[in-house]
Structures are given as structure tokens and as C-alpha cells.
T-cell receptor, first 112, second 113 residues
Framework: DGGITQSPKYLFRKEGQNVTLSCEQN?????MYWYRQDPGQGLRLIYY???????QKGDIAEGYSVSREKKESFPLTVTSAQKNPTAFYLC???????????FGPGTRLTVT | KQEVTQIPAALSVPEGENLVLNCSFT??????LQWFRQDPGKGLTSLLL?????REQTSGRLNASLDKSSGRSTLYIAASQPGDSATYLC????????????FGKGTKLTVNP
């Protein structure tokens, strides 16, 4: 089955700890994205990557970091510098930047 | 700055009804527009993608239209079913092939048996 997987589905962390969210795709897509979804708000872009070893900041990159060492993987690290990390995080991919985006199932992060 | 609005925020209809969901955007200079469905606690499922040069797209019981000049798109759902209950999100990609999709906040649809 082709698709996007995100793990884990639920993640709990203590304040001050860094945490890494996994995103893997087997669609052979070049572009990958990370979004954050909060209740009552639209999705907001955190980071995106057009190609391996390249990534760009989105609208709300502060407190987050990413890497793109492999085409199929785009992990997101939520650092202790992120002031409000509790949210639903969605990973997406597309064949290229302007093409239709496909989303993974999401990871719900709770930081207390 | 592009802004996307979806009204109403919530809609409840009886099973079998045909319905229309609305999406409006402030800047008509768009590259494409995408409609998504999101079930509670789940990721987004792409329903339809309309390029700026197109007027509509159809997939099964779904039909999406685009009127760029007026900054509006509609998603028409025919013969609604309880399984259609979900939140429907509209997103536009600004012209120039931007990497960024600008999302509306969605319309939560409930189809009652």
C-alpha cells in the first residue's frame, strides 16, 4: 500500500524536552511538508522540503527543526523553544511543490 | 495577504439531501484550489483539485466549482449519506506556484439518518 505514515499517533512529553515526530512516505514524492492544526484555526505550514537535503521555513518555523536525509523521510523535532507545542501535527507530500498534496494520519502531541 | 473563509462553520442536514459547501478567498490570483475531508482525529483526505484554468471537477457524488473572478468555490454533495459526516476544508495555492497552501477553517458537516 502506498501512502504516508506518521508515528506515533499520540505523544506525551514534559515541558522542556525535545521530541521528534516521524513521517515516512512510499509514494516517491519529491516534496514533503509539516503542518500544525489547532482547534478553531486553519492548518499552518511549519516547514517544507522540495528535495533531499533541502528544506525551507514556513509561516511558524520558530521552535521547530527538520531534516531531509532521505527522499522518503522528513522528521520534525519540536524543541523546548516552542512556546505552545501541544497540537495536532500533520505531514504531507506531493510529487512536486505545486501538485496535489496527500496527508498522513497525524500525530497528536501533548506537552505538560 | 490571501485569506480563505468557509461559511457556515457547521451544517446539519437529513440523509438524502443535496448540499453545497462554500469557500471564498480574498485574492483571485490563485494557482489551484483543493478540497479536503477530515474525519475526527484523522489526517486530511484529498477530494478534488481544481486548476485555475478549470471551472469544475467531479468525482462520484462530489462536484467542485471555481469562480476565480469572484473569489469563490463551492463543493456540491449529491444525495448525502451519514458517512459523509466530516469536516470539509478548502485550500488555495497562490499564483506563482507557491509552496504554500492557505487553508480555511473548515465546515463541519453532519448528515443525520
Amino acid at each position: 500500500d502506498g501512502g504516508i505514515t506518521q508515528s506515533p499517533k499520540y505523544l506525551f512529553r514534559k515541558e522542556g524536552q525535545n521530541v521528534t515526530l516521524s513521517c515516512e512516505q512510499n509514494l516517491n514524492h519529491d516534496a514533503m511538508y509539516w503542518y500544525r492544526q489547532d482547534p478553531g484555526q486553519g492548518l499552518r505550514l511549519i516547514y517544507y522540503s522540495q528535495i533531499v537535503n533541502d528544506f525551507q521555513k514556513g509561516d511558524i518555523a520558530e521552535g521547530y527543526s527538520v531534516s531531509r536525509e532521505k527522499k522518503e523521510s522528513f522528521p520534525l523535532t519540536v524543541t523546548s523553544a516552542q512556546k505552545n507545542p501541544t497540537a495536532f501535527y500533520l505531514c504531507a507530500s506531493s510529487p512536486a511543490l505545486t501538485y496535489e498534496q496527500y496527508f498522513g494520519p497525524g500525530t497528536r502531541l501533548t506537552v505538560t | 495577504k490571501q485569506e480563505v473563509t468557509q461559511i457556515p462553520a457547521a451544517l446539519s442536514v437529513p440523509e438524502g439531501e443535496n448540499l453545497v459547501l462554500n469557500c471564498s478567498f480574498t485574492d483571485s490570483a490563485i494557482y489551484n484550489l483543493q478540497w479536503f475531508r477530515q474525519d475526527p482525529g484523522k489526517g486530511l483526505t484529498s477530494l478534488l483539485l481544481i486548476q485555475s484554468s478549470q471551472r469544475e471537477q467531479t468525482s462520484g457524488r462530489l462536484n467542485a466549482s471555481l469562480d476565480k473572478s469572484s473569489g469563490r468555490s463551492t463543493l456540491y454533495i449529491a444525495a448525502s449519506q451519514p458517512g459523509d459526516s466530516a469536516t470539509y476544508l478548502c485550500a488555495v495555492r497562490p499564483q506563482g506556484g507557491s509552496e504554500k497552501l492557505v487553508f480555511g477553517k473548515g465546515t463541519k458537516l453532519t448528515v443525520n439518518p
